[in-house]
């Protein structure tokens, strides 16, 4: 009775209605798009798959190649880290729960008794943990007598909070921003060195979804990709926030490359972890199986060498234009500067706290 109750409050909120309605718009002009494309457009827009061997992570200095997937422990990551496993990448889940990291391991292994997994626990909403994740995993790649780098990085982790929460550092901060952008970005910003030093091209995956062509403001200071800007509302516009996240992801694509010297970029769906809203939009068809966005996925791992900055969407190798805020070359250096700040702010916090060792990584 307690979950029904919980479900029909949470359908009366002005922002269950926003998801139920310019998320299923979103979707089905998204199809649509694809369609049309696919009948009338000159240009190409399906990428085939490489085979690993054939790929740009195939080198005799990379025995098996290491694949990170963060939000490994359920949907789209956990499909995600099933699917590259059988591909032949060593994958490293990165999760929030030890417990289900184990049982996400455990499938995997139950379906594919040789795929090579490594589990660690990561809050991404923490900058502490981020940094201690990336000693750790230095430790166990020298450990394990493996190359010191890192071929893939899958930045899939994301929640949608339906109530406000906090980061663990005590920012006042959106718990919802802080996992969903800016951890993906402080990981990438970490992991940098391991990605440099691979042998061979390394490669970054961003997950959106079609929710981000909801997003119309301009806006990406540092009020905005903090939290501080949405937290002004009366009620909680966590519609508008995830929305915004992906938003952010979308963008990125613009500034990543200077990060990476080889970074193809692509955001299939995202897979959403709150419970009610699951239900209600299943209920409503908007969601789409974890089959679907994980092609997508493996489609942007094993694109050929030479694809960079593209939008996958659909699965089959077929991409699409994301939004054209997206390809707003100002909001994407404005979000870049503001990252970038926040990212030495987090460094600078935690120098000061003594939490973690931090070294200058750039």
Avoid at 166 to 194: H, Q, S, W
Avoid at 304 to 310: C, L, M
């Amino acid at each position: 009775m307690e979950v029904v109750k919980s479900v029909v409050s949470f359908m009366c909120n002005s922002e269950f209605w926003r998801m139920a309605v310019l998320w299923s718009f979103s979707l089905i002009f998204s199809y649509l798009k694809l369609f049309y494309e696919s009948l009338f457009s000159q240009e190409s827009k399906f990428q085939p798959r490489c085979s690993l061997k054939d790929s740009i992570f195939s080198t005799a200095l990379v025995a098996r190649p290491v694949c990170i997937v963060t939000g490994a422990t359920s949907g789209l990551g956990a499909a995600a880290a099933h699917a590259l496993s059988n591909e032949g990448f060593y994958v490293v889940l990165v999760g929030r729960s030890s417990e289900l990291l184990s049982k996400a391991i455990s499938e995997i292994k139950s379906r594919n008794h040789d795929a090579c997994l490594k589990a660690f626990e990561v809050n991404l909403s923490s900058f502490v943990s981020i940094l201690e994740f990336k000693h750790s995993l230095q430790q166990w790649l020298q450990d394990s007598n493996m190359h010191s780098s890192v071929q893939l990085l899958i930045n899939n982790a994301g929640i949608l909070a339906t109530s406000r929460r906090f980061t663990c550092e005590g920012y006042d901060d959106c718990r919802m921003l802080a996992t969903n952008y800016i951890g993906a970005f402080c990981l990438t910003k970490v992991l940098l060195p391991l990605l440099e030093s691979s042998p061979v091209p390394c490669r970054v995956v961003n997950v959106t979804s079609f929710t981000h062509r909801n997003v119309s403001f301009r806006q990406a200071d540092r009020e905005t990709i903090s939290g501080k800007f949405f937290m002004k509302s009366k009620d909680y516009p966590y519609a508008r926030i995830y929305e915004y996240t992906k938003c952010e992801h979308a963008i990125s694509y613009m500034h990543t490359a200077l990060l990476i010297r080889a970074s193809p970029k692509s955001w299939p769906n995202e897979e959403i972890s709150t419970s009610i809203y699951c239900v209600a939009m299943k209920l409503l068809g908007v969601l789409q199986s974890s089959k679907t966005g994980v092609s997508a996925i493996v489609d942007a791992a094993l694109a050929p060498p030479d694809v960079s900055g593209v939008y996958f969407f659909g699965g089959k190798g077929r991409s699409l234009n994301s939004s054209a805020l997206s390809y707003d070359a100002k909001l994407a250096k404005d979000l870049w500067d503001a990252s970038c700040n926040l990212f030495e702010e987090e460094q600078v916090a935690a120098q000061r706290d003594g939490n973690c060792a931090v070294g200058n990584d750039e």
